[in-house]
C-alpha cells in the first residue's frame, strides 16, 4: 500500500487528510504529520496504518482533555468519563489520562484538597462534599484526608461554619415565628450537607437569642 495524496482539509486548517492507494484512509494533525515524516509515495502496511491513527487519537484525546481542565481542575475518573462519551476507546482514554498523571496535570489529592477548600469557602457541609468528592471517583481516605485539612484551614469544626452559614440571614429568621424559623434554618443547612448533628448545633445556639414569644 502506498500513500497517493496529503491533503490539508478545508474546514479544519490543523489537519490533513491521508490518501491510501487513491481512497481517503485517515486525517492527521499537522504537527503529527510533520514528526512522522509522512509523505506521497511512501509505501505502509496495515500494522503501520493502525500506528499512526492510534498516535492521531492519542493526540486528539489529551488536546482534548487540556481543553477540559483550562476551564477547571478535574478528578482522573472525569477526565476518563469525558474521554470515553467523546468516543476514544478505552485503550486510548488509559494512556492519555496516565500520561496526564505523569505530567501532574491530573492530582486527585491536589484536586480534592482544592475542591474541598473552595466549598468550604461556600460554606457547604461535609456530607455534600464528601458525596461530590466521591461522585468525581476520589478514593474514600483522599476524601477524609482532605476535608479534615480543609476544615484546619477554613473553619475550626463543622458548628461553626454552619453558624457562619445563617449569619446573613439571622435578622430575616428573627421576623419568623418558631416554628417558621426552625423549618427554615434546617432545610437551609440540610440542603447546604451539613451533618445532623451541626444542624441541631446551630438550630439551639440560634434560638438562644431568638426574642419571638410563640412556641415551636
Known sequence: MKITKIEK?????????????????????KDLLSNLKLKIGQEVDRQEIRRVIHLEQIQEA??????????????SQEIRERLL????EK??????????KGLRYLDDHTFAREWVETRLREKRGK??????????????EVVDDSIAQGFKKIA???NELAWRAIEKRIPQYQKL????AY?????????????IEATENTLDKFFQNYRKDSEL
Open 9 to 29: 482539509q478545508k474546514k479544519r486548517q490543523n489537519f490533513y487528510s491521508i490518501f491510501i492507494d487513491g481512497e481517503y484512509a485517515f486525517h492527521l494533525h
Open 62 to 75: 489529551r488536546d482534548y482533555a487540556f481543553l477540559l481542565l483550562s476551564y477547571r481542575s478535574r478528578s
Open 85 to 88: 462519551k467523546k468516543g476514544y
Open 91 to 100: 485503550e486510548v482514554v488509559g494512556e492519555v489520562v496516565e500520561k496526564l
Open 127 to 140: 456530607r455534600l462534599i464528601r458525596q461530590e468528592l466521591l461522585k468525581k471517583g476520589i478514593e474514600e
Open 156 to 158: 475550626s469544626s463543622e
Open 177 to 180: 415565628e418558631k416554628s417558621k
Open 183 to 195: 423549618r427554615r434554618i434546617k432545610g437551609f443547612l440540610t440542603r447546604r450537607g451539613f451533618s
